[in-house]
Each structure stands twice: as structure tokens, then as C-alpha cells.
């Protein structure tokens, strides 16, 4: 089992910049990759970008590219997004995910189904 616990959300304007972290704990060595989703009031839960641990390539959905950027540190079993630039649509509660090394290396990065573990969960909000 992994274990997933988001932290760094909060209210920020639009503009503003936020930096989510995602630290995983218990059998991460099994954890292919990690991902960040995103979820607003009434909607579906989103995806925003992964990172592959071994081989730190990254993907992004295209609402994010160029603002976000998803990095590790992989010593510290830890995940991060940085969101610069945001906006009032960026408001969500984000979810950190993780793949289970077992299932494989290829995947949709941009599926919920493909990943294995959940966080809690972290609110952001963006003001107008």
C-alpha cells in the first residue's frame, strides 16, 4: 500500500502562484508514477499533469501547460506541482495519485482508472 498526503493548498489571487506538495509513505518503491488531478464543485475530477519517477518525464493537460510544472524529488518520496500564473478556473480540490509499478508503464497518464492510490485531497481557490 502507498499512502498519499497533499499539503499546500490555500486562497490566493488570480496571478498568484502555489506550490502543492504530495508526499508518499509506505510501499513507494512500488509506485511507477504520480500524478495530480483536480476536481471543481459539479464537475468530473480532472487531469493535470504526471511524472514518471524513474525516468522524470513529465505530461500536462493542455489547461496547465506553461503554468504548472510537476516535479520530484525522489529521495524525499515527494511530488510537487508548482501553479504560477493562476486563474479563478483553477479552483478545484487537487488530488494526488499513484501508479502502482506493477500495472505496467504503459498507461493513459490522463485516466483516473490507471491510478492505483488517492490522497485526500487540497483546496485551492483563486480570487477574481
Known amino acids: 500500500q ?6 499546500g493548498g490555500g486562497l490566493v489571487q488570480a ?3 502555489l506550490r502543492l506538495s504530495c508526499a508518499a509513505s509506505g510501499r513507494t518503491l512500488s509506485s511507477y508514477a504520480m500524478g495530480w488531478f483536480r476536481q471543481a464543485p459539479g464537475k ?3 487531469f493535470v499533469a504526471t511524472i514518471i519517477w524513474k525516468s522524470r518525464t513529465t505530461y500536462y493537460a493542455d ?11 525522489n529521495a ?3 511530488v510537487y506541482l508548482q501553479m504560477n500564473s ?3 478556473e483553477d479552483t478545484a480540490v487537487y488530488y494526488c495519485a499513484a501508479r502502482g ?8 497518464v490522463g485516466s483516473r482508472a490507471e491510478y492505483d492510490y488517492w490522497g ?9
Open 63 to 73: 489547461s496547465v501547460k506553461g503554468r504548472f510544472t510537476i516535479s520530484s524529488d
Open 120 to 128: 485526500q485531497g487540497t483546496q485551492v481557490t483563486i480570487s477574481s
Open 15 to 17: 496571478g498568484g502562484s
Open 101 to 108: 509499478d506493477s500495472r505496467g508503464s504503459v498507461f493513459v
Open 2 to 7: 502507498v499512502q498519499l498526503v497533499e499539503s
Open 86 to 88: 493562476l486563474k479563478p
Open 44 to 46: 468530473e475530477r480532472d
Open 76 to 78: 524525499k518520496n515527494t
